[in-house]
Each structure stands twice: as structure tokens, then as C-alpha cells.
């Protein structure tokens, strides 16, 4: 057999994941434990609190089954690697000054909050307004949102890949992250409810802080509105993507090309495979179903997975 690279890990378990959440604790509507219960009907087995400004860890969440992340939205989204590192200070408030734009201030403030254990994502820049030169000298970033469900309610703002490609062709290193940012304000059936329609699906080998936290830094995840990304790996020069049904696999590269396979009209597919020649600088593959959902790999530079050399 020839040597894989695995994108997607072989080996563990997906566990579905909101990393974009406000409680009462800032805005959102409900309390930490209400979120908790109704996210887990929902099969979610991984929350983000997020709250606007307030630092929080919600240990006293976690159950055999469900795993909170401490975490905060300063504008950008804080996730801790380290939550039991210099807790007293984070508590007490971490928030930058808000200077946009002024990217040496932000990048020494990111680096700062690097040191204490967080690592950064850069929210919904379609809704906040932000074009390219907003956000093109922002240095480590672990991740972009390329979907905000709850942005998506407002002004049909959630969907934006363009920022995604526009960092990575700058030769960013970054993941591309879904989420809710809910704040229930609308009710569950209302059709403006900002819950469970933007998730990540982070495969891990099991569900502890510490190795979901270490699936999420190496980018061992998909991000999605609906379809499922069940496997995603190259074989010789061949990429290789398994799903659930879709109509649409493209695989997205640093040029105006890309690969695809559509099903036809009334049909499904559930995987493509797609020769690569090496040129594509960056591969991500997005998957489109019959509602319109859709499903981002994240993107992988053909050099840092070692394309080729075997
Ligand atoms: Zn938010």
C-alpha cells in the first residue's frame, strides 16, 4: 500500500463542537447549564464559552460526556491551552484596548495572550466590516471563522471563504472554523434561533481538555453547516475525500483552478478522489449539499504535510 498523510487523523473519535457561545455571564440568553443541557440533546459533546470580555472556566460543567473550554471574545475569540496557568490574572481581565487596525498593537497584544496559554481566532469579518486591510498583518491566528450562524440571522453575513483564501494566500498558516455565536434570543423553533447550525467536528482520541485542545491546535477538524467529512487523506498523488451525501466536492487551491466533481442532478455523491500535480501551494476541500450547507476542510500547504516527499 502506498504511504497515506492522513489530513483527517485515522485513528479516534469525532466529537461535535460549538466554539462560539454567549451566556448570561455577557449577552446570550442562557445560563451556562441551560446551554450545556440543550447542546448535548443535540449531540454536541464539546462548548466554547465565549463570553464578551468575561474570562471564564466552567470545569464544573464537564461530565464523562460533555467538555467546556475556558475561553473569551475580546473581539477575537481567546481559547485556553492552559486554563490552569495564571488563572487569578485572566479572571481578573485580559481585554486589549480597542485600537483596530493598529496591527503592532494587536500582534504584541496576541502574543502576550499567546504566552498565558490562548490561542487566537479571528471572528466573523464579513459582519464586523472588516476587508483585507483590516486583518492582512494579523500574525498568529490559529483559525478564521468561515461560518457564524448567528451572522448568518443577521444580514446573511455568516458564510464568508473569501477572507479564509485571502489569509492563506498571504502564506498564512490557519485554520477555518464554524460556529453558532449563539445568543438565544429567539426561541428554539423559531426559525431565527442562532443555535446548531454552524459546528466543528474535532477528531480526537478521547474527550479530555487537554486532547481536544491538542486536536484543535493541529488542526484536526472540519467545520460545517450539515454534511459530514468523514475521511480526508492523500495516497501517492491523490487526494482522497469521504462523505455524507453531497452534490458538490471541490477542492479550493492558491489559484483560480480547482478540482471538482458534481453529482448529477436528483444524485448524491459520497467522495471524490482528485489527482494533485503538486502546484496547488495550499488544498482545502468544501462540500456542498442539497439544502445549500456546506463543509470546510481546513487547509493544508502541500509543504508542511510533506506532499511529495515520499
Ligand atoms: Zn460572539
Redesign the pocket.
Known amino acids: 500500500m502506498k504511504n497515506r498523510i492522513f489530513l483527517l487523523p485515522e485513528k479516534g473519535e469525532f466529537y461535535k463542537a460549538n466554539l462560539?457561545s454567549?451566556t448570561t455571564i455577557s449577552d446570550g440568553r442562557l445560563k451556562p447549564e441551560e446551554s450545556k443541557e440543550i447542546y448535548k440533546k443535540h449531540g454536541y459533546q464539546v462548548m466554547a464559552f465565549?463570553d464578551?470580555r468575561i474570562y471564564k472556566n466552567h470545569e464544573d460543567l464537564n461530565d464523562e460526556e460533555f467538555l467546556a473550554l475556558a475561553a473569551v471574545?475580546v473581539d477575537i475569540?481567546l481559547y485556553d491551552i492552559k486554563p490552569d496557568y495564571e488563572r487569578e490574572r485572566k479572571e481578573r481581565g485580559i481585554c486589549p484596548e480597542r485600537r483596530y487596525g493598529n496591527f503592532d498593537y494587536i500582534n504584541q497584544y496576541l502574543e502576550e495572550m499567546h504566552e498565558l496559554g490562548f490561542i487566537a481566532c479571528y471572528?466573523h469579518p464579513y459582519w464586523s466590516l472588516q476587508n483585507y486591510d483590516d486583518y492582512k498583518g494579523l500574525k498568529g491566528l490559529f483559525a478564521m471563522e468561515i461560518y457564524n450562524y448567528?451572522c448568518e440571522h443577521d444580514g446573511l453575513y455568516g458564510y464568508n471563504p473569501q477572507s479564509y483564501d485571502e489569509m492563506l494566500r498571504l502564506g498564512n498558516r490557519l485554520w477555518c472554523l464554524a460556529t453558532d455565536?449563539n445568543?438565544n434570543s429567539y426561541p428554539f423553533d423559531n426559525p431565527l434561533c442562532d443555535s446548531f447550525g454552524g459546528f466543528t467536528m474535532i477528531k480526537a482520541e478521547e474527550l479530555t481538555y487537554s486532547a481536544i485542545m491538542d486536536s484543535i491546535i493541529k488542526g484536526h477538524f472540519y467545520s460545517s453547516m450539515g454534511p459530514e467529512i468523514k475521511e480526508l487523506y492523500i495516497e501517492g498523488n491523490e487526494l482522497v475525500v469521504k462523505t455524507g451525501p453531497v452534490q458538490k466536492i471541490y477542492v479550493i487551491m492558491d489559484a483560480t483552478r480547482c478540482y471538482r466533481k458534481v453529482a448529477m442532478p436528483g444524485e448524491t455523491l459520497t467522495g471524490a478522489k482528485f489527482t494533485l500535480d503538486g502546484n496547488e501551494n495550499y488544498i482545502r476541500v468544501e462540500c456542498k449539499d442539497a439544502n445549500g450547507f456546506f463543509a470546510n476542510s481546513n487547509a493544508y500547504f502541500l509543504t508542511d504535510i510533506g506532499f511529495g516527499e515520499i
Open positions: 462560539h454567549h465565549t464578551h471574545e475569540n471572528n448567528g455565536d445568543h
